[in-house]
Antibody, heavy 125, light 110 residues
Framework: QVQLVQSGSELKKPGASVKVSCKAS????????INWVRQAPGQGLEWMGW????????TYAQGFTGRFVFSLDTSVSTAYLQITNLKADDTAVYFC??????????????????WGQGTPVTVSS | QSVLTQPPSVSAAPGQKITISCSGS????????VCWYQQLPGTAPKLLIY???RRPSGIPERFSGSKSGTSVTLGITGLQTGDEADYYC???????????FGGGTKLTVL
């Protein structure tokens, strides 16, 4: 079955870096973009951006530029999210999600299915 | 402050019907398709509705979506205790050139 499996929870100190992995299976990895979504404790979903799995070209949402890097290793069907210079505000669960949407004639469907199980990242001294 | 506006909570008894609203603008809901996601406690979101009103395979007919202008509504009939979850609407915003979500609605089945 189609699934995304993410790496386990992380506990980091402020200023450190973290790299979260998202391994896809059950479909052709390069046929669908991967999106990243953040959920801070007790909060809603926040779209971070996406990466084109054929070209590797990333697009970052406002607020996720500079310290956030999306990357791929297509040989192992895996997407990565790296966050550098971690801050306490980065404490959240990070989800990857397969984009099954499309855009046609100026109208877009921005659907994500499935989602990874989420990777909790805690930043604390 | 989310781009899309949802009520924080809704509640009803088992077997009843509820609706959850999600309002936006012409740059998002008004000109793009909307999805709904169900997030059970401690789990990842799950696609419930896509393209405003279509259900992925495996999603019961109890779940429905509708759209009018710049607002969408999720309907759930025959409420079950297992439906207790957070529900999020999401779409693309053509002006922001970004994915956007509502703030989420917590459904309690009393």
């Amino acid at each position: 079955q189609v699934q995304l499996v993410q790496s386990g929870s992380e506990l980091k100190k402020p200023g450190a870096s973290v790299k979260v992995s998202c391994k896809a299976s059950g479909y052709t990895f390069t046929s669908f973009a991967i999106n990243w979504v953040r959920q801070a404790p007790g909060q809603g979903l926040e779209w971070m951006g996406w990466i084109h799995t054929t070209t590797g070209n990333p697009t970052y949402a406002q607020g996720f530029t500079g310290r956030f890097v999306f990357s791929l290793d297509t040989s192992v069907s895996t997407a990565y999210l790296q966050i550098t210079n971690l801050k306490a505000d980065d404490t959240a669960v990070y989800f990857c999600a397969r984009w099954v949407g499309y855009c046609s004639g100026g109208t877009c469907s921005n659907a994500f299915d499935p989602w990874g199980q989420g990777t909790p990242v805690t930043v604390s001294s | 402050q989310s781009v899309l506006t949802q009520p924080p909570s809704v509640s009803a008894a088992p077997g009843q019907k509820i609706t959850i609203s999600c309002s936006g603008s012409s740059s998002n809901i008004g000109n793009n398709y909307v999805c709904w996601y169900q997030q059970l406690p401690g789990t990842a979101p799950k696609l419930l509705i896509y393209e405003d009103n279509r259900r992925p395979s495996g999603i019961p007919e109890r779940f429905s979506g509708s759209k009018s202008g710049t607002s969408v509504t999720l309907g759930i009939t025959g409420l079950q205790t297992g439906d207790e979850a957070d529900y999020y609407c999401g779409t693309w915003d053509s002006s922001l050139r970004a994915g956007v979500f509502g703030g989420g609605t917590k459904l309690t089945v009393l």
